[in-house]
């Protein structure tokens, strides 16, 4: 069964930054060979996706919101995720979420198959 938990959300100031980290287990192919990503909800509004990645297709997304701020990475032996976000804005403040996705293109994202609980990012102004 596959398992997600990300982890390093928390409060910044305007214009800082934060890592969110996705720890996976449970896969039975490669880490690199799956499309997976992050999403973000507030209450009351949408989820929206954020970011993925699919290494072994050398495939990355970024949402317009996010673009030039946000990197999305991985690392196949340790099997985890990463979101490095900078210049953090008050409306980035969201709980985040990874999650496999069908598939990853330079358009977008695609559903998701499996989701983590989720982590907070407050961004204070």
């Known amino acids: 069964e596959v398992q997600l938990v990300e982890s390093g959300g928390g409060l910044v100031q305007t214009g800082g930054s934060l890592r969110l980290s996705c720890a996976a287990s449970g896969f039975t192919f490669a880490f690199d060979d799956y499309a997976i990503g992050w999403f973000r909800q507030a209450p009351g509004k949408e989820r929206e996706g954020v970011s993925c990645?699919?290494?072994?297709?050398?495939?990355?997304h970024y949402a317009d919101s996010v673009k030039g701020r946000f990197t999305i990475s991985s690392d196949n032996a340790k099997k985890t995720l990463y979101l490095q976000m900078n210049s953090l804005k008050p409306e980035d403040t969201d709980v985040y979420y990874c999650a496999i996705l069908r598939w990853c293109a330079p358009h977008g994202l695609g559903p998701a198959l499996n989701w983590g609980p989720g982590t907070q990012v407050t961004v204070s102004s």
């Open positions: 990645i699919n290494n072994s297709k050398g495939k990355t």
